[in-house]
């Protein structure tokens, strides 16, 4: 089932290059919430009118990061035991001469 669409100019709406949008009158929004709800999980935006005029936008949010998990390369490194050495000086030398 497809739903009504309006057509909208560029003045009234410019989204991102990324961001597909449509444009869905206020009545089929109502029935095809879920459907709605849906697209913008799949990063569709949407514009709802009321009378032809847009009155309201569906958008996507950022999804939260992703929580980091410490230790994940355990063990892939090797840390030398003079890591944190002091540098000779040719090569502090060669930092300051830029």
């Given amino acids: 089932m497809t739903c009504p669409t309006l057509t909208l100019g560029l003045s009234l709406v410019q989204p ?3 961001t597909e949008m449509n444009a ?22 949407t514009i709802i009118a009321r009378a032809g005029r847009p ?14 998990q410490l230790g994940l390369l355990a063990g892939q490194f090797i840390v030398p035991d003079d890591f944190d050495a002091p ?12």
Avoid: M, W, Y
């Fill in 24 to 45: 869905i009158n206020i009545h089929a929004a109502k029935t095809q919430l879920s459907r709605l709800i849906d697209e913008a999980e799949a990063g569709r935006e």
């Fill in 87 to 98: 540098l000779p000086d040719h090569v502090l030398d060669s930092f300051e001469q830029g």
């Fill in 16 to 18: 991102h290059a990324s």
């Fill in 55 to 68: 009155v309201a936008k569906l958008v996507p949010l950022n999804p939260a990061p992703p929580q980091r």
